[in-house]
């Protein structure tokens, strides 16, 4: 029986290193949903797969096997299948995500709320879950390493408040031990890696971590940049614009991560200047973003999103309820 697991659309690090983990552990074939070229965008992805000795001609990404020829499908960090891979949901048989739970199949669910997916395929490892009879051991020192950075990318190296929980620091300690590494050391590494702007085109950027939804009749993108906006090379006004044309966006979502020192700022944007703009922003504002204005970048309205502990995965949710009005 042929049973392919599948990232979710934006391949973060979480999403990709769930997928790996679970497929290597299960003798599956890991699938990521992006064109090959664009693995290149994911920096901090591509250094931590080296790091753990992946070979990336192993993967299967999209455009290099047909979905719909395997028996099984399993979802990792995501429940809802986008519109092109909806045929597959009568062969989703398994989901493990720390999302909301959108998910109406009859399949097998892990979903747990909690600061990463791979701590939910962490503990699935670490208590021996694999299901096939040729499945190599469950948990090796460069898979518990691969699940272990991108709990501190998705966590803050185990520091965000919300939504780390006390799971991602347990599965965390455990990981770290199999893998003989420390917490800190790593996340800075992948951090430097994920916030350098320097090497990409805006355009780029702005594919490097990019979510799609679609509700109440509107298609919004979520794009999210590890960098100050205004620190974004080239005209980032222009280069947003030309990206949701392309796309048929009717919104666009910008939001931003970065440090200063020691601190952890964020930013949001929203595209393009309409009155749902104001109504967005004060529906966040009522579920607790705390966004101020900042100030303009070219034609885009910057806000300071003062609760640094939302990240896309509670924005987006929100955002969804304005669409749906």
Known sequence: MKRLVMCNQAADLDSIACCIALAVSRDDT???PIPREELR?????????EQCGVDTTELRFLGELNPERFD????VDHNLLSP???????????????????????????IAPCGSCA?????????GGNTAASAQPALSKNIAKLLLGAILIDT???????PTTELD?????????VAGCGDRALYDELWKRKSDLSVFTPEELLRKDYKEITAGGLKVGFCAIYGALERVPGNLARSAADFARQRQLDHLVLMSAYYEGEKLCKELAL???CSWNQETIAYLNSKGAQLERKGMLDSIQLYQQKNTDYSRKQILPFIKDVCTK
């Open 30 to 32: 890991p699938f990521i």
């Open 41 to 49: 965008l994911r920096s901090e992805a591509v250094w931590l797969l």
């Open 72 to 75: 099984q499908v399993v979802l």
């Open 156 to 162: 803050r190296c185990l520091a965000q408040r919300h």
């Open 119 to 127: 701590s939910l395929v962490g503990q699935l490892l670490l208590e």
């Open 84 to 110: 092109e891979f909806s045929a597959l949901a009568p062969k989703v048989t398994e989901i493990i995500d720390h999302h909301k739970d959108e998910c109406k199949l009859a399949a097998a669910k892990t």
């Open 271 to 273: 595209m393009p200047d």
């Open 169 to 177: 620091r347990r599965v965390a300690a455990q990981l770290a031990q």
